[in-house]
């Protein structure tokens, strides 16, 4: 008798609780691929803003290798690097020392004009 009371309340789980158990994994696993998405778009994003940045140290090297004496003003440009068409701005100022000038290289892609920006510092052109 008293091992049949015990088949009685041992039956396994209920209709409600394989259903709570069942939300609390659906949420888990949307959580887990929401994360998963956002880690390939940022990997996506770093890896353009890593390109961009070699884009704009490629442009102010060739500056330091031609040693180019640089008036100031704006000048635009395009380049092509990884198989990717890369938009650059460069910037010349002034600097409270007349023989050294401020060089700035913007560098973009398509609806992303800033993904790098670099900043150096040459003789002036006077």
Known sequence: MRSARLRLHCRGFTLLE??????????????LVQLAAQASHNAGYLERKTLAHWVAMN?????????????????QGTETLAGIEWTWRRSVKPTPDRQVVQVEFVVGQGDEPSLAVLTGFFPSAR
């Open 59 to 75: 442009r102010m090297a060739e500056l330091q290798a031609t040693r180019a004496h640089l008036p100031t003003g704006r000048k």
């Open 18 to 31: 394989i259903l709570v158990a069942l939300a609390i994994v659906s949420v888990v696993l949307a959580s």
